[in-house]
């Protein structure tokens, strides 16, 4: 009994070792896909979404900021071209 006890959990012990191994390996196939991912997408050019929506927030503040400075200098030639 002794003896079968023993290899039980001495079988047991391996499997779960093995197992241990084969989650450390996933996790280690699933780092190098992800690093290549990134890699690919750096090669690219591709921005990340966070990026893009920051550049259109500040295009659209930029944009304003200018049709207000257009619509100021406007008024200013107005206001020259009246006074002569």
Same mark, same amino acid.
């Given at each position: ?6 290899? $039980?959990?001495? +079988? ?6 093995? !197992?241990? +191994?084969?989650?450390? $390996? ?12 990134? #890699? ?14 920051? !550049? ?5 503040? !930029?944009?304003?900021?200018?049709? $207000? !400075?257009?619509?100021? $200098? ?8 009246? #006074?002569?």
């Amino acid at each position: 009994m002794k003896k079968n006890n023993f290899f $039980l959990k001495d +079988t047991a012990s391996v499997i779960t070792g093995a !197992l241990s +191994t084969f989650s450390d $390996l996933k996790n280690e196939v699933d780092n190098i896909i992800k690093s290549r991912f990134e #890699k690919f997408i750096n090669s690219q050019g591709i921005v990340s979404r966070e990026d893009f929506e920051a !550049l259109v927030d500040r295009h659209e503040k !930029l944009n304003s900021e200018f049709n $207000l !400075l257009k619509a100021k $200098l406007e008024n200013k030639n107005k206001i020259v071209k009246n #006074k002569k």
